[in-house]
């Protein structure tokens, strides 16, 4: 089948083609795949050409695809039925799983994507503290949710504009906006509007920017400023979460939050998201509290057998964190050393198995850093890796994933594609950068 006819045909039905913008190629400027099937490392196309997979469905497939344990787990529910709209022992078996696994989260409430659960999180951070305004950061992705698509004004901080059309100002007006890595534009905030702010949600890892990492001790102080002002503090972990290690960020920093949102990885690649914290703040959760939060399709019976089969995995096989750290760490000296040997301006970022590979030679710890990135040399570099079989994320400002399935001969052909790509891209710009 025509990759192209296909688009053509999806254009005709779907805005852009797509079910989710990114997926359109855009930023890349090409006809985007349609994907036929997936396992392990590997993705492929309805042609049948094989692609080596740093996407990853966007992260949760972190053991690969087709896990056969995950696969096993939904082929023993499916036949039992599909949805009840009542409550199943395997919602209490994966509450039971996330609050064991995760310090600090005492109860957890199972919705159906990362938005969903952020959506949900703000409602009840604002009804648990009985305030309306919501800090974020400029250049993280809390997902669809009005109140997140919402970036600052330029200048003034406090001033916040809707990043989206059909986002009403007084919505954003409830959100600003600071800046990542920068605590003082956070304690700038907190002043200008005392008593008002009724918490403070991050990427603990901004995985949306392409990869940038909390500086030492921005998490730490973030913590004492939330506590400081009795807001809370808010870990979007829909991809940190069970990604950095078993306990997520919360473990890998050694900080607290007090609510935490999760999303796809728990349900290893069925729609899924949730949000849990400290029993006293989940429950003003309906029905035990006034905060009001429901879905016909919470819990879902096949996503959940995926989602716990998929953490128990990684519950009982810690050393799988071991292996994908290490991996994604030859891919990052790799990457850092063609760029030297080439004089290649490019800047990696990584925190575990998370990277980001920036073409600018800033180095890139905010959201204004990024933006100083080469989209159009990433564009090429994209699609001159996707001809060599390397299938990357189709923008500059998102993370390349390494999961469990990918092989050391995996990433040394990855590198290998890279040093030719790169060596092209140097030599038709005649190293100008
Ligand atoms: C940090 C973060 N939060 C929230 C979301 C939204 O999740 P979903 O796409 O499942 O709605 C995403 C999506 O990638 C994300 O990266």
Known sequence: MDLNVLYERGKKVMPGGVNSPVRAFKAVGTNPLFISKANGSKIYDIDNNEYLDYVCSWGPMILGHNHPKIVESIMDVIHNGLSFGAPTENEVLMGELITSIVPYIDMIRMVNSGTEAVMSAIRLARGYTKRDKIIKFEGCYHGHCDSMLVKAGSGALTLSTPDSLGVTEGTANDTLVAVYNDISSVEKLFTQNEGQIAGVIIEPVAANMGVVPPRKEFLEKLRELCDKNNALLIFDEVITGFRLCIGGAQEFYNVKADIVTYGKIIGGGMPVGAYGGRREIMECVSPLGGVYQAGTLSGNPVAMAAGIAQLKVLKENREIYDKIDTMAKKLENGFKSIAEELKF???????????????????????E?????????????????????????????????????????????????????????????????
């Open 369 to 433: 850093m990024a933006k100083t990135s080469n989209t159009e040399l990433y564009a090429k570099y994209f699609n001159y890796m996707l001809k060599e079989g390397i299938y990357l994320a189709p923008s500059q400002f998102e993370a390349m994933f390494v999961s469990y399935s990918h092989t050391e001969e995996d990433i040394l052909r990855t590198l290998d594609c890279a040093k030719k790509v790169l060596g092209n891209l140097y030599n038709l710009r005649k190293g100008v950068f």
């Open 345 to 367: 301006p490019i800047c990696v970022n990584r925190v575990g198995s998370l990277i980001g590979v920036f073409f600018t030679k800033e180095k890139v710890d905010n959201f």
